[in-house]
């Protein structure tokens, strides 16, 4: 197993996400997009902290772990926020879904054409 | 067949919610409040309340859960949230500092009652996020039900 | 010498206004008196803050009173708050706007319904800018720009029409992913670093070259706040979505958002912490001169007043890149200045459009005419931000470009200054366009009962309009040494710092 794939992955989800972004006419598969590629940043940021052989970085009575056996924690806090930050921006287009559905009767992009020109 | 069964899912999803709902509803406050403690906390907590309450309106149809937390209710409730979380931090600046841990921040590492503000923020997060999810939820239907019956 | 306790009210007291707006909703009068008051407040504290500060001076806050294993690790891992000349000077413009547009929206939004969502979402806006100001680490400046942008988000849909919810889901994307690039840059930044806080960061950087990441990140930060910033390649959300939202909104759009969340970071971003290598000036000068071009000419051939005015928001910003892209002292003074200057013209101009949409019900040009008459405040103020928007001598943008063109003449960039010179003409054609269709010609009869807007929205018009004349005072050199110089000191020693490299 190459040490890179892990990123590689995550890269090929992002991938996934934008393409959807940029080629689906379905709000609701655009919507499926962001959060693909939503969480493809967030698991690589999990992964930038992985450490091989790393533990919680949490103090036990029972036995020592040194500092540096430990995973790096800032990231798991960092990703938190990030997920809560997600669920908002996705809670809110899929509210704008449901009104644009109810507006125009579809989802499909190409035919709402207010904006046009 | 009562008039309960007229709507939601099969008889064996409703019994199998009815047994566990509340012990979901115990399992997230017990998440909430050992939040200083075992990974968790406010968020997780709060989520895995919303849960519950959400569960019941998906196995029953309808508006079971609406009924025992309005949707007004939900959004006083988030605001209390919030605002009890950010006068937590207020007052830690009469004490040293923007989100200072006024109370006893020395406690002793496992006990219930130790980690001095934290706890009663993890309070007010769950508050925020259970209430805000249940609402996003309730809002969610109401606007797609809105937006069915209009056609 | 000034207390740093009050720092984080900053996004206390806007956060305070709308938990408390949305707590007590039900009360008549509440949203109005906590909008402005909130906006208020964080507009005094950073006037208290431009007064006492001294000159270069930088006041660091630690949160929750803990510096984070400072002396263990030898880095920061707590959340600090930074505050130096530039974040003073940006943090003057957003409250500035915020509170003449909490003033005008008490009159202007009775006309949707559920105004206390609005003051809500409103004052959230303002914590988010407010925080993206005075952060000091790269992770709340991303926490901050997700705050201020969903808030934007719902504001642009505000109207519940079939425009503002496809404007807004359009926006709400691409401003979802610009969010992602953003977090991703500021992952690798971290995992390259191995520090989140801006200033551990500028050491670490400054001490090591890898060039292959650095560009990775130069390209992810670049797009991320492009997009944010609204320079051309990444600009197609701004004219849908800036037009859609109510005009106050709009007005803080233009005026103050695209400004905290795009060019005030890049500037922050590239200047302090990468040092301002060369390329990144040679990418800024170019996207600036495009954004102009693009946005000017597309702008001359728009009749809705509020979609003209955004095209020109990029065309105006694409000459704030360009300044900030020469690099010279002067270089980003003008910029900087230019900066204030359109956050107060643009609003100005976003806040008529919305008074003319108040008196008279349209915002198509072609079916205006004459409404100097009936509305003298309205198309007053509006003739003031059109002069300072197309640069005519006494008025405050015909300063900022002024020095934007010598600076580019002084770096020896003949072509660009010519092109700029160019664009301001166009933008005299396209801001005529305004004034003569909108204001001026025969009355037509369905507008011979409008009346003049209320007297709150008056007065925010006429305090815009008089800082739009006076505002080429604030190059007297004594008010500069308060106001301007601080802020570009702060840039130019960002970019001293990375000569070496």
């Given at each position: 197993m190459n040490a890179y794939m892990p990123y590689i992955l995550c890269m090929i989800l992002f991938c996934i996400g934008v393409y959807a972004i940029l080629a689906k006419r379905n709000i609701i598969k655009i919507i499926l997009g962001v959060v693909i590629a939503e969480y493809a940043v967030n698991l690589f940021l999990v992964l930038v902290a992985y450490k091989a052989g790393g533990r919680s970085a949490i103090f036990s009575e029972t036995e020592v772990i040194l500092p540096g056996a430990?995973?790096?924690?800032?990231?798991?806090?960092?990703?938190?926020?990030?997920?809560?930050?997600?669920?908002?921006?996705?809670?809110?287009?899929?509210?704008?879904?449901?009104?644009?559905?109810?507006?125009?009767?579809?989802?499909?992009?190409?035919?709402?054409?207010?904006?046009?020109? | 067949?009562?008039?309960?069964?007229?709507?939601?899912?099969?008889?064996?999803?409703?019994?199998?919610?009815?047994?566990?709902?509340?012990?979901?509803?115990?399992?997230?406050?017990?998440?909430?409040?050992?939040?200083?403690?075992?990974?968790?906390?406010?968020?997780?907590?709060?989520?895995?309340?919303?849960?519950?309450?959400?569960?019941?309106?998906?196995?029953?149809?309808?508006?079971?859960?609406?009924?025992?937390?309005s949707k007004g209710s939900t959004a006083v409730v988030e605001a209390l949230g919030a605002v009890m979380f950010l006068s937590l931090a207020l007052i830690g600046m009469k004490y040293g500092g923007f989100f200072d841990n006024f109370l006893h921040p020395d406690g002793n590492a496992g006990q219930l009652v130790s980690a001095g503000i934290i706890p009663l923020e993890n309070i007010a997060i769950s508050l925020k996020v259970s209430a805000g999810l249940f609402g996003i939820f309730l809002t969610l239907i109401v606007l797609q039900k809105f937006e069915s019956e209009k056609k | 010498m000034i207390s740093e306790g009050i720092v984080p009210l900053f996004v206390a007291i806007p956060l305070a206004g709308a938990f408390l707006i949305a707590l007590l909703k039900r009360i008549k009068g509440i949203s109005d008196t906590f909008g402005i008051l909130a906006?208020?407040?964080?507009?005094?504290?950073?006037?208290?803050?431009?007064?006492?500060?001294?000159?270069?001076?930088?006041?660091?806050?630690?949160?929750?009173?803990?510096?984070?294993?400072?002396?263990?690790?030898?880095?920061?891992?707590?959340?600090?708050?930074?505050?130096?000349?530039?974040?003073i000077f940006m943090l003057l413009i957003v409250n500035f706007v915020a509170f003449i547009v909490a003033l005008y929206s008490v009159n202007y939004m009775t006309r949707y319904t559920q105004k206390w969502q609005f003051y809500c979402l409103f004052l959230l806006m303002l914590a988010g800018m407010n925080g993206v100001l005075i952060t000091g680490d790269m992770f709340n400046l991303f926490v901050f720009i997700e705050i201020a942008s969903l808030a934007s988000y719902a504001l642009v849909a505000f109207g519940t029409e079939k425009r503002e919810l496809e404007a807004s889901f359009k926006y709400a994307v691409m401003g979802g992913m610009a969010s992602l690039l953003i977090l991703m840059g500021v992952i690798f930044l971290y995992s390259y670093t191995g520090t989140l806080n801006m200033a551990d960061m500028t050491g670490v950087l400054a001490g090591s070259q890898q060039p292959a990441l650095m560009y990775l990140i130069f390209g992810l930060l670049l797009t991320g706040f492009g997009l944010k910033a609204a320079v051309v390649p990444f600009h197609a959300w701004l004219p849908d979505a800036h037009p859609s939202a109510p005009a106050p909104i709009s007005a803080m759009l233009s005026g103050v958002l695209i400004k905290a969340l795009g060019v005030y970071v890049i500037a922050r971003v590239f200047f302090t912490i990468f040092g301002f290598p060369h390329q990144i000036s040679?990418?800024?000068?170019?996207?600036?001169?495009?954004?102009?071009?693009?946005?000017?000419?597309?702008?001359?051939?728009?009749?809705?007043?509020?979609?003209?005015?955004?095209?020109?928001?990029?065309?105006?910003?694409?000459?704030?890149?360009?300044?900030?892209?020469?690099?010279?002292?002067?270089?980003?003074?003008?910029?900087?200045?230019?900066?204030?200057?359109?956050?107060?013209?643009?609003?100005?101009?976003?806040?008529?459009?919305?008074?003319?949409?108040?008196?008279?019900?349209?915002?198509?040009?072609?079916?205006?005419?004459?409404?100097?008459?009936?509305?003298?405040?309205?198309?007053?103020?509006?003739?003031?931000?059109?002069?300072?928007?197309?640069?005519?001598?006494?008025?405050?943008g015909f300063w900022s470009k002024l020095i934007i063109i010598i600076a580019l003449v002084e770096a020896n960039h003949m072509k660009l200054a010519a092109w700029a010179v160019l664009i301001s003409i166009i933008t005299i054609a396209y801001i005529v366009k305004v004034t003569r269709f909108a204001f001026l010609g025969a009355l037509k009869d369905r507008f011979a009962n409008i009346k003049e807007v209320p007297v709150l929205m008056r007065i925010s018009l006429i305090v815009l309009a008089l800082v739009c004349i006076f505002g080429g005072l604030l190059l007297i050199p004594e008010v500069r040494d308060t106001?301007?110089?601080?802020?570009?000191?702060?840039?130019?020693?960002g970019t001293g710092g990375g000569a070496g490299s």
């Open positions: 430990m995973v790096d924690p800032l990231p798991h806090a960092l990703v938190l926020t990030s997920i809560v930050i997600g669920l908002a921006t996705t809670a809110f287009l899929i509210a704008l879904a449901i009104r644009l559905y109810g507006k125009y009767g579809t989802f499909d992009i190409t035919r709402m054409r207010e904006l046009r020109g | 067949m009562s008039k309960e069964h007229d709507r939601g899912m099969s008889i064996i999803v409703k019994t199998v919610t009815r047994l566990t709902v509340g012990l979901i509803l115990l399992y997230g406050i017990y998440i909430i409040l050992h939040g200083h403690l075992t990974p968790g906390g406010g968020f997780a907590g709060g989520v895995i309340v919303a849960l519950s309450f959400i569960n019941l309106d998906l196995a029953f149809g309808g508006s079971i859960s609406a009924k025992i937390f | 906006s208020a407040g964080t507009f005094a504290l950073s006037i208290l803050f431009l007064l006492k500060m001294e000159a270069g001076q930088r006041v660091i806050y630690n949160i929750g009173n803990w510096g984070g294993f400072n002396e263990v690790l030898g880095k920061i891992v707590g959340i600090q708050l930074a505050v130096d000349g530039l974040t040679i990418i800024l000068m170019t996207l600036g001169a495009i954004s102009m071009g693009v946005g000017a000419l597309v702008a001359l051939r728009q009749w809705d007043m509020k979609r003209l005015l955004a095209y020109s928001s990029i065309s105006q910003v694409g000459y704030i890149m360009l300044g900030l892209g020469i690099g010279t002292p002067l270089g980003i003074m003008g910029a900087l200045f230019h900066l204030f200057n359109h956050s107060i013209f643009k609003s100005l101009l976003f806040l008529d459009s919305g008074a003319v949409e108040y008196a008279a019900g349209t915002r198509n040009m072609k079916e205006m005419g004459g409404l100097s008459r009936k509305l003298p405040v309205t198309s007053g103020s509006t003739l003031v931000g059109a002069m300072s928007l197309a640069g005519i001598p006494p008025f405050a106001f301007l110089s601080p802020a570009v000191r702060v840039l130019i020693s």
